[in-house]
């Protein structure tokens, strides 16, 4: 009878043993899949984010946001490369005393940018670092790929428009030019009175204004840069430029790309490249400076020349072209203020929220 009782007593407590195991193994699997629901969960949703219509910083910032959420992470740090500009960095969860753990973010050989975390010892999900890398880089490269395609349909717009000028009012204006010197050779043979001379004057004075301001307005609307960087744009543009002046034009640029709709580049180099070639044709510089800055949402941006400068009461302000740049600010619903003084230079400054809608054009 002893015996069966030890046996029992020794069947019971295997059992339990057993149960106990089982209940530990159950445990420990339920915790995986839970995790492996989770990191499903962040990648489907950072795909999501990806679908948007038009990707922004606040897309990333969700990604991030999404996957310093996970369990076991602490802190995520999301850096995007700018070349000729500004890294942006997003940061989301808690920092701590930690060595940042980075992972190059490339795609077809080019490094867009890392992915900082920071991990408790019992972090296991490298899968989903993994997966969510090649996420973000497809997304950021989809960004430029989107920017850049924005900007050809308006180039491939306004060059469309800049024909059309051409054929039709840019001849107009020549046919007249061409009348108008046939009408003084007429008058300087016939009698004529002193006020019919300036009449004719002032007419001829109008058609060269004209001519002019339609010549800059083609060359505005000709400008295609294909470049979807804010900053190899800027370079590329001022290359041109340098070499129609002996002044040294100096770049400090300090945008991230990223910040900056296609438009919003747009309207923001025609303005940059006005303020330069006013300068170049008017300033009588040595030195050209253009800076590039950014706080919070706020974009500053400043052509600076060391020239001769002038009085801004004076009317030679108008033809400083800053109606034009004016026109630009006002699609970016920013501000633009152009000083200046006589020996003392110029400078061309315009501000205004990146994150702010545009006007229409």
């Not at 193994?25 to 915790?31: I, L, Q």
């Not at 606040?58 to 992470?73: D, G, P």
């Not at 050809?152 to 030019?177: P, V």
């Not at 040595?286 to 020239?307: H, K, L, P």
Request: aromatic share 6%; glycine share 6%.
């Amino acid at each position: 009878m002893g015996e069966v009782a030890a046996t029992f007593n020794g069947m019971t407590n295997n059992l339990k043993n057993q149960y106990a195991r089982l209940e530990t193994a159950v445990k420990n699997k339920t915790e995986e899949l839970y995790k492996a629901n989770s990191s499903l969960q962040v990648l489907y949703e950072s795909s999501q984010e990806l679908t948007a219509s038009r990707l922004s910083t606040e897309q990333f910032k969700n990604i991030i946001a999404n996957l310093a959420s996970v369990e076991s992470v602490y802190a995520v740090k999301l850096t995007i490369d700018d070349t000729a500009g500004q890294p942006i960095e997003f940061v989301a969860g808690d920092q701590v005393e930690q060595e940042w753990s980075n992972t190059p973010l490339e795609l077809d050989g080019l490094v867009l940018g890392t992915l900082g975390t920071q991990l408790a010892p019992d972090f296991t999900e490298q899968g989903l670092l993994k997966n969510m890398s090649q996420i973000l880089a497809r997304g950021i490269y989809y960004n430029q790929a989107q920017k850049k395609f924005e900007q050809l349909l308006i180039y491939t717009e306004r060059g469309a428009i800049a024909r059309e000028l051409h054929d039709s009012l840019a001849q107009s204006l020549t046919f007249l030019k061409i009348q108008m010197n046939l009408l003084k050779r007429q008058l300087k043979k016939a009698p004529s009175s002193e006020q019919a001379n300036q009449v004719v004057e002032e007419i001829d004075a109008g058609l060269k204004d004209a001519y002019t301001q339609l010549r800059s307005l083609l060359t505005t609307f000709r400008l295609s840069i294909e470049e979807a960087n804010f900053g190899e744009a800027l370079n590329v543009l001022m290359e041109k430029l340098q070499t129609n002046t002996s002044a040294r034009i100096e770049i400090e640029n300090h945008l991230s790309s990223l910040q900056l709709q296609a438009q919003q580049q747009v309207h923001l180099l025609q303005i940059i490249r006005e303020a330069v070639n006013n300068a170049i044709k008017h300033a009588d510089a040595e030195e050209i400076r253009i800076n590039c800055i950014q706080d919070a949402d706020f974009i500053e941006v400043s052509v600076t020349d060391n020239g001769v400068g002038f009085d801004t009461s004076h009317e030679k302000a108008e033809h400083y072209g800053l109606g034009i740049m004016q026109e630009r600010a006002q699609y970016l619903k920013g501000e633009l203020s152009i000083s200046s003084e006589p020996g003392k230079g110029t400078q061309v400054r315009v501000v205004f929220n990146c994150e702010g809608q545009l006007d229409s054009e």
